[in-house]
């Protein structure tokens, strides 16, 4: 990949026309031109438009080659960089660029003006030696920007896997009042601060441990017993009771069964009972499985906890 820029400093422009002429070099983007051999053969044999038909990586660098140092990856496509989330080829590459720059929108290729964007750190930081704006800000550009199911998904997975945290995706949610959806993120990032950690922990919180006879659980709380060290859905911890949540992939694995049966049995020797719910149950039956939680915790409290 070559800029036209780059290469008029060391051949004359007549050559790099030739080149292109001929067939040894490809256009991708204005003055950004890609060795034919690395250019799929449906892009060569249709004549249309090569761009789209790269693969995901050169993508990303022929735009910041078109952007000329102007732009950083931002929304989406920067969340692919952070291992947030990732981005298929069928999606776009979004560049974070200064307002009034000159930059515009290509097809497959999205330009966001940002309004006193800076791209020096920390608003734009260097990952996998790319520009990229940070984590938490792209998590909060790329909210209103995803289909709705999937917007949770790569807020849940970047607090999970412990690169950012809900309190640092607040403070950049704070800078963007006008945000669509500004209130379900707001939501989420308050659920994730109380410890939930999946979406159907999520919905347990909400329609299932919080309300009238319910304690004050400990989510995801820490637990050792020996060398073994484990993390508890929804902890009542005077009454010694774990309620973990099964998700859809729980059933029917005997493999993950039996690993569940060793640390209920773990868990029993010191004290704490561990009751599960499918969650076809959550889903479906939460007044029961409400009932069924406070008539637990009442039995525990009447007989100490034991």
């Not at 003055?31 to 761009?51: E, I, K, R």
């Not at 990586?57 to 960089?81: C, E, K, N, S």
Request: positive net charge.
């Amino acid at each position: 990949m070559v800029t036209r820029r780059a290469a008029v400093q060391v051949v004359p422009p007549w050559v790099l026309a030739h080149a292109d002429r001929v067939g040894e070099l490809r256009r991708v983007l204005p003055g950004v031109y890609v060795d034919t051999t690395l250019v799929p053969a449906a892009a060569l044999t249709t004549g249309g438009a090569t761009f789209p038909l790269l693969d995901a990586d050169r993508r990303i660098r022929a735009a910041l080659a078109w952007a000329q140092g102007r732009a950083a990856l931002g929304g989406p496509t920067a969340l692919d960089v952070w291992g947030a989330r990732g981005q298929s080829d069928g999606e776009p590459v979004h560049l974070d660029v200064i307002a009034g720059c000159g930059l515009r929108p290509r097809p497959h290729l999205l330009v966001h003006h940002r309004e006193g964007f800076s791209l020096a750190p920390p608003r734009v930081v260097t990952r996998r030696g790319l520009p990229v704006v940070g984590l938490e800000r792209a998590l909060v550009d790329s909210w209103p920007l995803l289909p709705p199911p999937e917007r949770p998904v790569a807020v849940i997975r970047a607090v999970n896997d412990r690169l950012t945290t809900p309190a640092r995706i607040g403070s950049a949610l704070a800078a963007v009042p006008r945000l669509t959806g500004r209130a379900q993120l707001r939501k989420l990032l308050d659920r994730l601060t109380a410890g939930c950690r999946s979406p159907l922990e999520i919905w347990g919180h909400d329609h299932v441990f919080t309300g009238p006879g319910m304690p004050t659980f400990r989510r995801q709380a820490r637990i050792v017993v020996g060398r073994s060290t484990m993390y508890l859905d929804v902890y009542a911890e005077r009454e010694r009771v774990d309620f973990e949540l099964d998700g859809a992939t729980t059933h029917g694995d005997s493999r993950q069964r039996e690993l569940d049966l060793r640390r209920d049995a773990l868990l029993a020797t010191v004290g704490i009972m561990v009751v599960r719910f499918a969650r076809h149950r959550l889903l479906h039956e939460p007044d029961v499985v409400r009932h069924e939680v406070r008539t637990i915790l009442a039995t525990r409290r009447r007989d100490g906890g034991t």
